[in-house]
């Protein structure tokens, strides 16, 4: 991840910065997905999540799903 952000801020190639760009918002999005869940497992509430993320607690609930996705969760 660290390389891909020293290859964004590269006054190099425009193309290659912007495709690290890219590549880092989808990672950082996947590395955010897995540290909510790891959160909702470990007893933070939607609330406590959101004022981490520095968003609403709606808008965390919208994006990962809130009830609904973990009332599907077995057990």
């Known amino acids: 991840m660290s390389a891909l952000a020293r290859a964004v801020d590269d006054d190099g190639d ?8 890219v590549r880092l918002r989808r ?3 996947q590395r955010e997905a897995v540290l909510v869940r790891r959160a ?3 007893g933070l509430t939607w609330a406590e999540i959101a004022f981490l993320l520095g968003v609403s607690k709606q808008a965390v609930h919208k994006k990962y799903g809130g009830s609904r996705r973990e009332a599907r969760r077995p057990g």
Do not use: I, M, Y
């Open 40 to 42: 909702r497992s470990e």
């Open 27 to 29: 990672e950082a999005d």
């Open 14 to 21: 425009l193309f290659a910065a912007l495709d690290s760009l």
